[in-house]
């Protein structure tokens, strides 16, 4: 069994419900709940075989762990892998995973356990969508990132020449499950990236949340109790945005702070992760767009200066010309930005701030606009 799973019992567990009516499910949060993890699913699925996907670094990683405490807890799994990365949401790897899915024989009763980061999660949760028209999804993220974002509140996805994840679907998670000690094992990259996801939810509408950060952001890198309160007030965060607003018909927009800018970053640097991970585009995003913000009469030059200078203080990209490689022209961030999800008859739809904790969703904003901000960041930040 990995050494994780054996280090320490599992820690007092904190559980954050999603309330959706049938489709409600329960977040578990803790240090070493793996084989607790076990345990839920052979209770709450009595009979369900079960697939395991993950990558080929995970499944050397986690993986053998986590198929020992199924197998104790009386429960078959079968395991699938793809290489890890962004370049695997794709249209070739969902695919391959669904016909292993299927070689399988996952049933609609059975169960696709998603076992990684934001990567594993979208795709495993895509295919999961719709094998045989739909079976149940368990998420347990491996990653910080994934743990207080992607894993929770149901949206899927693979990526596409024109952007990312615009092919994809909503399927809610069965159970959520955030082993906090997995995170051990991320590279302080890896961590410092998932940690811009945890700032957000304090910009978006919790300015006491982000106060928090300032002051415990190293106690939450080392692991200790303030890493599961920092996870368990992010999913808490966002189970309630999920809870009002599924399918992101209103203010579950306001989850995408920073995102706009954040995915045209992304589709540039061709999803490329020695150049710039999900999280790294997400801080220069959620400084830019406090910048953009400021640059509107919005939001004071204090509390976008406190943004940028947490993130960096993190080590966390706050500009465009922190991307190794460059960012582009801003005419290609724009006309990257177009593709976005969130464009409405060509106008651009922005998540900006009157401060820290007042976030609100900014539609038709004028791509003249966005270009001259840009062109601007490109120009006096050099």
Request: net charge negative; proline share 3%; aromatic share 6%.
């Amino acid at each position: 069994m990995n050494a994780l799973a054996e280090a320490a019992p599992a820690a007092e567990r904190i559980v954050v419900p999603v309330a959706l009516a049938e489709r409600s499910y329960d977040i578990l949060i803790g240090r070493h709940q793996l084989c607790e993890a076990a345990q839920v699913i052979a209770s709450r699925f009595p009979g369900a075989r079960a697939a395991i996907v993950t990558d080929t670094n995970l499944a050397t990683l986690h993986a053998p762990a986590l198929e020992s405490c199924l197998q104790q807890a009386g429960v078959t799994a079968t395991r699938l892998t793809i290489p890890p990365g962004e370049s695997s949401k794709s249209y070739a790897r969902f695919s391959e995973l669904c016909d292993g899915l299927l070689a399988a024989k996952i049933e609609r009763n059975d169960l696709v356990i998603a076992l990684g980061g934001g990567v594993v999660g979208d795709l495993s949760g895509f295919a999961a969508s719709v094998l045989r028209r739909g079976v149940r999804l368990v998420q347990i993220p491996t990653s910080l990132l994934a743990q207080v974002d992607s894993s929770v509140g149901g949206k899927t996805g693979i990526n596409s020449s024109h952007g990312k994840n615009l092919i994809g679907a909503f399927h809610q998670p069965a159970l959520v499950v955030c082993d906090t000690a997995l995170l051990d094992t991320l590279s302080e990259r890896e961590f410092k990236a998932g940690y811009a996801e945890v700032v957000k939810y304090g910009l978006i509408d919790d300015a006491a949340f982000f106060d928090w950060c300032e002051v415990n952001w190293r106690r939450v890198m080392e692991g200790g109790p303030e890493r599961d309160h920092a996870v368990a007030t992010a999913c808490r965060a966002k189970a309630a945005v999920v809870a009002r607003d599924e399918r992101e018909d209103g203010d579950r927009a306001l989850l995408n702070l920073g995102h706009t800018f954040a995915h045209a970053l992304e589709r540039l640097t061709r999803y490329d992760s020695a150049r710039l991970v999900h999280g790294e585009a997400v801080a220069i995003g959620l400084s830019l767009a406090f910048r953009f913000s400021q640059r509107l009469g919005l939001c004071s030059g204090q509390d976008a200066g406190r943004v940028a200078a947490h993130l960096a203080a993190v080590g966390l990209p706050t500009r465009l010309q922190d991307v190794p490689g460059g960012a582009g022209t801003a005419s290609d961030i724009v006309e990257a930005m177009t593709q976005d999800k969130k464009v409405k008859r060509g106008a651009l739809t922005f998540i900006l701030a009157h401060g820290i904790g007042k976030s609100f969703i900014a539609p038709g904003v004028a791509t003249e606009t966005a270009h001259d901000f840009i062109e601007s960041e490109l120009v006096e930040r050099i």
